[in-house]
């Protein structure tokens, strides 16, 4: 009896001890989620550059079709220091005047097709933008840096008024009254924008691209943390109010990853959703859960941390992650909406959007919803930059 009553003290310790560190793990799951900090990586390798053409170490990310940015950090270098390379149907990111782009220390250039794919690495054209040194570097959904100025249009840099403070944004003018608005993923920047805002100006609509809390130069959140949407769209709705201000009639929301997340909640809760006539979704965060469940085992974590992560995520910032899976609680504003999400992401799985596309007739919300192969997340329009241009300008032209 008394060995039976060890072994069971022992194994309700064991217990105790492996649910304390399921518990610990949930809580540090849900610290990384709220984190707001920007870890730059550089996961790939330049092996070598030729006439034209870089050649990369084989991964699943540089393996990817399309038009893509190639960054790596670099000493600054004057002109002479850094060959360019001219273009080839992508306009020019950067100039022998001006090598570095994105940041002093951070090069930047555009590649193109995959010449060839063999046990010596993936050579890809160079399209411009100075040539890659020899080592660490990384495959980037965007192409253009550092401001609209790299798509060759005129903006002005500004400033919109939200809860927290003064937040930049771009504004680019157009003839319409009907705005975009376009409003980056979690941990992303404005440069997210750059890839659609010439299909958007040759619509007529006059686009801001804002920032929003815990952006590098927005202001922080009070707790310091990421708020999943949940308090972000409040920036959106400032926004909304500095389109209004300068004679915008009606809007249209275009949002990436946690910015769909964010344009939901204001969809929902803004009295100026009224205003939205069109939404354009790109890999959009749809359902929180169904997110942190695909991260979860991007991660090897037991889905049962899924819970855990989500309640310390609710004490921390007060979330209710119902309001945001938007196929069981949809906005209370639903106007029609292009979805555009690869099928390979691994970041937000697009069952979501496929269930939101195959219910939008129940749920009274015309939603459209185009597929792409062969990227990752957000990486719809590098796969094929002229189809996704041409179903936004198709879908918009309809809607508006």
């Known amino acids: 009896m008394r060995g039976k009553t060890a072994a069971g003290a022992l194994g309700a310790g064991l217990g105790a001890g492996l649910a304390g560190g399921a518990v610990a793990i949930g809580r540090y799951y849900a610290t990384v989620l ?4 920007r870890v730059v990586a550089y996961p790939e390798r330049v092996l070598g550059v030729g006439d034209g053409t870089v050649t990369l170490a084989t991964s699943r990310l540089v393996r990817q079709p399309g038009v893509w940015g190639l960054r790596w950090t670099a000493p ?14 992508v306009p020019m990111v950067g100039s022998a005047s001006v090598p570095m782009v994105g940041s002093a220390s951070e090069g930047l250039a555009v590649v193109g097709d995959i010449l060839r794919d063999d046990r010596h690495g993936v050579r890809r054209r160079l399209l411009s933008g100075p040539v ?3 080592g660490p570097a990384v495959v980037d959904a965007g192409p253009y ?14 400033t919109v008024d939200t809860p927290l403070g003064p937040a930049p944004a771009w504004e680019i003018p157009a003839e319409r009254d ?45 707790d310091g943390a990421f708020h999943l949407g949940d308090t972000e769209w409040e920036d959106l709705e400032a926004a909304v109010g500095y389109a209004r201000g300068r004679g915008a009639r009606r809007i249209v929301l275009v949002g990436w990853s946690m910015g769909a997340a964010i344009s939901g909640a204001f969809l929902d809760r ?39 992560a989500e309640v310390s995520a609710r004490r921390r910032i007060g979330i209710d992650f119902d309001h945001f899976d938007l196929v069981r609680h949809p ?51 590098n796969a094929d930059p002229e189809r996704y241009d041409r179903a936004v300008t198709a879908f918009l032209t309809d809607t508006l």
């Open 132 to 134: 890659p040194p020899v």
């Open 34 to 37: 709220l984190d707001p900090t």
């Open 331 to 381: 906005p209370a504003r639903r106007p029609p909406t292009l979805v555009i999400h690869s099928v390979p992401d691994t970041a937000v799985p697009i069952g979501t959007a496929r269930t939101l596309a195959a219910r939008s007739r129940d749920l009274d919300w015309p939603v459209r919803l185009l597929e792409v192969d062969g990227v990752e997340h957000t990486g719809s329009w």
């Open 178 to 222: 009907v705005w975009a608005i376009a409003v980056h993923g979690r941990g992303g920047r404005r440069r997210e924008a750059l890839r659609i805002l010439p299909t958007l100006h040759a619509l007529g609509l006059p686009t801001l691209v804002i920032s929003y809390r815990n952006d590098d130069e927005a202001p922080p959140s009070p």
């Open 145 to 158: 840096d550092p401001d609209p100025g790299a798509r060759g249009l005129e903006f002005t840099e500004v």
């Open 270 to 308: 803004s009295p100026a959703a009224d205003l939205v006539d069109a939404v354009v979704w790109d890999a959009p965060l749809l359902d929180w859960r169904a997110t942190l469940r695909r991260q979860a085992r991007n991660r090897l974590l037991p889905p049962a941390l899924v819970p855990i």
């Open 76 to 89: 600054p270098a004057d002109s002479a220091g850094v060959p360019v390379v001219g273009s080839a149907g």
